[in-house]
């Protein structure tokens, strides 16, 4: 997805409209943007107003704006021991909504539109898989072997099918065990969480414009609204309750949900809220019924991230570089923000007449700022993880303390969330 | 950037061995030539844009400067020539290290769709040959020749009358020798040391007057500032270095 982005943001800039570019894929991405089916996919994504905009200049907003996809304009976030909770709204940070909640399969499929209107200039390849790699050496290694090919040699790539070509850059956008950075020798650190993120779609019995997330004693449950008056649930649990989850009857499964959602206790008033901050306290989620379509489905969950997202002839871009803990769903907005810094450092490029796989100049113009707001959001994400899993009381008390006194502070939670929002 | 409204041999020897020795580095992103690296894309813009005023083109566009033949003077390993051909243009680099002249070429091989033509040669060479350019770019070079007034006459006579010559270089001010000499060649290795020699560092107004003499009339003048901390450069208003 973050490949048909970065693609169409080349394709919406006339600097860099006039690259050749060819995208492929090992399996044919969705591309059907008729009617949409009734009930919303499992696999759907917040964007934030910062990957809307990215969305809106690679022109595909359109096929994707409401009543496509779903706005949310408040966010709760509170805690299962009932010691905390804290709301957010867009309006603390002056956006008219929060985010959007978008299927996967639409947001790829409206991106592929405009990749595919003429003049784009993309050629689009597929079933296709990159077999051979050759970059050209670092200058320290043609120096040692005296010679051979010039630094300034471009990439050479072999396809399956045995099409060979050539091209001045390289852009692995292959997800988070991405073929390309194995090729390329680019080392990865990383951890197993042990524990599984399990999507499903469900009915909520009122009408849903906030986003909700519990954490729970194996982690945190998020219920999203989604296009036609469903939500989605992304649920963060261990590998054995992940299994029993899926393996539920729907309407088992919309029970367990239920629980999960509105088990007791309910978070008691906050103490550092002024009397009249009635927009801020807590509010009781929606109840669901099942929702009849696909059953949940649980996914590993890992992060990942390349130490290097650069080298000569080859960039790194969205889960390739960094695969993050879902727990806030900003894989897809990082990957987006990656695909927007790496289309504008080539139409730098391009205005000032730099190869467009020069290390130096994607090293500078891309991976240094994105390396910086990715590890911010890394070790951001990975903390908030750390500090919500183990559920002893002493760290459940501190949190929900720490949760109800950042609802208090209006500065510090606006901070926050702008920042979530990317704006 | 100097135009032209109307040419001896200025090469220093020494200066010429010196690039020589370091050739091979031209195109190591972490060698001698990395602060050229990162100068080059504020320079392009520069040139770019003078000659687009100068020319009548839109700047902000795909290949400004299409059909536009350029000489650059004192081309190293082809970092300038290589970017201005990006930008369309018709580009011919000379430099009269031979070496130089080898790395410049090997680099603009390994990619098919850069044309540009390398001649092993000096200003003066290409004088007596009657060849002339619609503009003449020489950067960082003006500093190491002997000559600089027969230098710049070269430079003027190099381009069609109503063609444009561009000039950069490394300002003998105080601020220059901080930055420059001291900053450049001892502290943080700016460029290989000994590349530069603080006596034939030439200020903008020698370069100014240089350049009448050589019946060019100064267009625009631009400066440079370094940031050592960011290892990039900027360009300011303030000709104190550049
Ligand atoms: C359970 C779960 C829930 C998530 N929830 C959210 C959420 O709510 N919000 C959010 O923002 N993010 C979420 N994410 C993360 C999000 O899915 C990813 O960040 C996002 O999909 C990354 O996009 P990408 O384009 O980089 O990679 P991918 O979407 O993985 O796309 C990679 C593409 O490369 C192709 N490919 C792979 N290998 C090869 C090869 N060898 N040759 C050719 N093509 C190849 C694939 O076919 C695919 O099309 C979630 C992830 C998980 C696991």
Redesign the pocket.
Known sequence: ???AAFAALLAANPLTAALRVLM????P?PEALGPLPPVPGL????LTPASVRLIERAGAWRDVAPPHSAAFKTMQVWDSSGSGCVRYSAAEAGEPVMGHVAE?DLLQAALLRQLRQPGAGVELLWP???EGLHLPKPFSELQRDGGGAAPGALAELGLSGGRRLRARLVVG???????VRQLADLRTFGWAYGQR???ATVRPEVANTCAWQRFLPHGPLALLPVRNGYANI?WTTTPRHAAELEAASPEAFADAVNEALQGAPTPARNFFLPAAAAESEFRRPPLVRPASGRGPK??P?ALRASGRYVRSRLAL????AH??H?LA???????LADAGALADALAYAVTTGQDVGDEGMLEGAYEAPRQAANGAMLAALDGLKRVFEPQSGLLSGLRGLGLDALNAVPGAKQRIVRYAMGV | MLSRSAAGPSIVDREVTKFGDVAAEWWDPRGSFKPLHALNPVRVAFIRDALCEGFGREAARVAPLAGLSILDVGCGGGILAEALARLGANVTGADASADSIAVARAHAAGDPSLHVTYRDATAEQLVAEGAQYDAVVASEVIEHVADAAAFMRALGALAWPGGMVAVSTLARTPRSYALAIIGAEYIISLVPRGTHDWSRFINPEELTMLGNEAGLALDRMAGMSYNPLTGRWRRSDDTGTD
């Open positions: 997805m973050v490949g492929l894929d090992r399996a991405p696999r759907v994504s917040t996967n296709a898989q990159l956008a292959d997800g988070p065990r991405s073929h993120g399990l999507v992304v649980s996914f969950l871009i969205g889960d390739a695969a993050v879902p769903g900003q894989g897809v907005n990082l990957g």
